[in-house]
């Protein structure tokens, strides 16, 4: 695809916070600021993607916002040691960009981050992205019928907003008081300070999930005793990661078929695994399954009594490490199971009394995901914030579009993201919704098209009626729930039904439109009528 000439960047302006007035401000812009067809924000897998599918359907009128230096959203910022995806490869990549190069079945993040610079090269998109530009407001402008945004690199507008931020990109820190009285070492899991040598210290990891488990093996070896705090016992089950030789990477060249057939292979196994999730009574047939690994690899029976899980399997993510528990064996390795009461200058202290001295401490507390702050920072036709229209919970029908916000579609939104298989398919199906929805707008000569608030409510009611007797609702504390008790996150279903329902934007779900006066005009077709 030949790349095309692009707009100039805004002038710079300083990165001040920006209260919701100076959002409504009309003068937001010290000059007409670039106009896009579509804003995107963020260039990770979601970002990248649709801006990808859009230039394949002819679309060139759009930017990707991107607050950091380069692409790769979560694959460019996780650089810890041990980083690797616990989905397979084959499956966690764009269908229409396979990679007959990956290196084992669950590649490095390495190779995932220099898969979605390649991918950003060889379809096209990098004149599109704007590097170092940082979304600090949006808001819904009814009178110009499209988005307003403050940048950190100045104003844009477009007339469809596309958030590709990423569910896993806020780190969360942990609410342990005191915390800042540290006087050695903190970093998250995200943000990993390679200029730190952990050599010979005394290295706390607080947390349990897929971060850390990857992590614990690979610091383990070289420093000097390792302590992990570990709240819940997570499922950890045997990792097979073959690599990929050079015969396996020849044939996946030369015969793409070949590829096509294994990625299909794993799907298909993963979408059975959905059986299991959708009734949490058939997850307890595979406990003792799961905790043969344990067994095998723990002999100890105290350690081993702190590592099993103590909910049901499914619950939380199952997470693939073969070198997880006998890292945690080693004798420089301690298990905590205490709750850290509070952090001192030199460690921390645990409720039953003991200080642990500390030197570093590697947070593993995962991300914001339910209080993203990016929905601090949308603002829909009455004015207020995505996150005040969402403080009884997130709802966005097929997890892509929230009422009161006008031409906005979220990827990886509320309820699609998954604990089975592959985010990149659900992905792959909402860059199509997206398509369909800029199509629907062009055909009706529309300015703006709005979810119905019925339909949203009556999508979300019947998800939350799916949820119940699953895994997910079987009583574990997750990331997947929000403060209110509710799973605002995972998609309780075959990700192929997914697919069939974003096939096409569902027009009747939507109100349309029509272009005022005032605004550019195009003909309204038939049908098309102001919103209410
Ligand atoms: P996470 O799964 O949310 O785990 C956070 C951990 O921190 C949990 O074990 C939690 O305990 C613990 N924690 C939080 N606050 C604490 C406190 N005050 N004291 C003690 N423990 C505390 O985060 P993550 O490991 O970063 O993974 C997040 C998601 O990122 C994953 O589920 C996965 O989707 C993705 N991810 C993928 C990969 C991969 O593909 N390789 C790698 C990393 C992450 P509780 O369990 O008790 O809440």
């Not at 790349?3 to 000059?31: H, K, Y």
């Not at 190779?111 to 590097?131: A, H, N, Q, S």
């Not at 009611?461 to 504390?477: E, I, N, Y």
């Not at 209110?484 to 096939?503: E, H, L, S, V």
């Amino acid at each position: 695809m030949k790349p095309i000439a692009v707009p100039g960047l805004p002038e710079r302006s300083p990165g001040t916070q920006v209260t919701r007035s100076d959002v409504a401000r009309s003068d937001v812009a010290p000059r007409p600021a670039p106009h896009h067809r579509v804003a995107i924000i963020g260039a990770g897998f979601a970002g990248l993607g649709m801006a990808i599918r859009l230039l394949q359907s002819g679309e060139q009128d759009f930017v990707v916002l991107e607050k950091a230096d380069e692409v790769g959203g979560t694959w460019r910022d996780n650089t810890y040691p041990g980083c690797q995806c616990d989905v397979a490869s084959n499956i966690y990549s764009f269908s229409f960009a396979p990679n007959p190069h990956w290196s084992r079945t669950y590649a490095w993040q390495g190779e995932i981050f220099d898969y979605l610079k390649d991918c950003t090269e060889r379809f096209g998109v990098r004149p599109f992205i704007r590097l170092g530009t940082e979304l600090q407001a949006a808001h819904w402008d009814n009178a110009e019928q499209r988005w307003q945004l403050r940048t950190s690199r100045g104003a844009f507008s477009a007339d469809v907003l596309v958030l590709g931020h990423g569910g896993l990109s806020a780190p969360a820190q942990p609410d342990i008081p005191g915390f800042d009285r540290f006087k050695g070492t903190v970093f998250h899991s995200a943000a990993w300070r390679h200029d730190h040598d952990l050599s010979g210290e005394r290295v706390a990891v607080i947390g349990t999930g897929a971060s850390a488990i990857q992590i614990v093996p690979a610091i383990q070896p070289k420093v000097g005793k390792l302590t992990l705090f570990q709240r819940t016992a997570p499922f950890v089950i045997e990792r097979i990661d073959p690599q990929h030789g050079p015969l396996r990477r020849k044939l996946y060249a030369y015969l793409p078929f070949a590829q096509k057939l294994s990625r299909l292979r794993e799907y298909a196994s993963r979408e059975l695994v959905v059986l299991g999730l959708l009734k949490h009574e058939r997850m307890e047939r595979f406990r003792s399954f799961a905790l043969k690994h344990l067994r095998t690899q723990v002999q100890d029976p105290v350690l081993r009594k702190k590592l099993t899980p103590k909910f049901t399997l499914g619950c939380k993510r199952i997470l693939l490490s073969n070198d997880y528990y006998p890292a945690l064996a080693q004798p420089n390795a301690e298990v905590v199971t205490e709750r850290i009461l509070e952090a001192t200058e030199t460690g921390v202290v645990t409720a039953d009394g003991t200080h642990h001295p500390l030197d570093t401490i590697v947070l593993c507390t995962g991300f914001k995901v339910t209080d993203h702050p990016v929905m601090n920072l949308l603002y829909g036709r009455d004015g207020r914030s995505l996150a005040e229209h969402w403080s009884g919970g997130a709802a966005a029908y097929l997890g892509l579009n929230a009422a009161g916000f006008p031409n906005l579609f979220l990827l990886s939104g509320p309820n699609t993201a998954l604990g089975h298989s592959s985010i990149i398919y659900m992905l792959e199906s909402q860059f199509t919704y997206v398509l369909d929805g800029l199509s629907a707008l062009r055909e009706r000569g529309a300015a703006a098209l709005e979810v119905r608030a019925e339909a949203v409510e009556e999508f979300c009611d019947g998800l939350q009626k799916k949820l119940v007797g699953t895994v997910w609702s079987s009583g574990c504390a997750s990331w997947y729930m929000d403060a209110n008790g509710r799973n605002t996150t995972i998609w309780p279903d075959f990700t192929f039904n997914y697919r069939k329902r974003t096939r096409r934007l569902d027009r009747g779900a939507y109100l349309f439109e029509e272009r005022r006066a005032s605004a550019q005009a195009e003909p309204a077709a038939p049908g098309v009528r102001a919103a209410s």
